[in-house]
């Protein structure tokens, strides 16, 4: 054996002994990516029914918004109408107060004043 093929075999073992040394991180770096493969999967048929599901709750939700909008219009149609009655009545009342008020306020007193003037004799012709 010559000088150079112990060299040739030193260099030899030195390159298997690196492909050993390699080949247990590499091993180890391919668990771990089929694992990350793995749970890839995993996630992708576990998000499928999640979606679905959610895509029929945001159905849901869009038919619940639609019929809350015509609820609300309806409320808007009715206090409108809520508005325009008492905008009415307070009319009324100032028409009547105008027409009838004074006159009725006059009457009033007026009998007021009657009925004191007859309660009042009657009360002193007792009072005697």
């Known amino acids: 054996m010559t ?8 260099a030899a073992v030195a ?12 091993l180890k770096l391919g668990r771990v990516l089929e694992e990350t493969r793995l ?13 679905v599901e959610l895509k029929g709750t945001v159905t849901a939700t869009n038919d619940e918004l639609g019929k809350l909008s015509l609820v609300t219009n309806d409320i808007a149609k009715v206090s409108a109408n809520a508005s325009v009655v008492s905008e009415n009545a307070a009319q009324l009342s100032t028409v009547f107060s105008s027409t009838l ?7 009033a ?20």
Do not use: C, M
């Open 3 to 10: 000088l150079g093929e112990v060299a040739g075999l030193i």
């Open 15 to 26: 390159a298997v002994a690196l492909v050993a040394f390699s080949a247990v991180p590499l």
């Open 39 to 51: 749970a890839v999967r995993d996630i992708g048929h576990n998000t499928v029914p999640i979606l």
């Open 101 to 107: 008020g004074g006159p009725l306020i006059k009457t």
């Open 109 to 128: 007193a007026f009998t007021y004043g009657v009925r004191q003037a007859v309660t009042g004799r009657s009360s002193k012709k007792r009072a005697k």
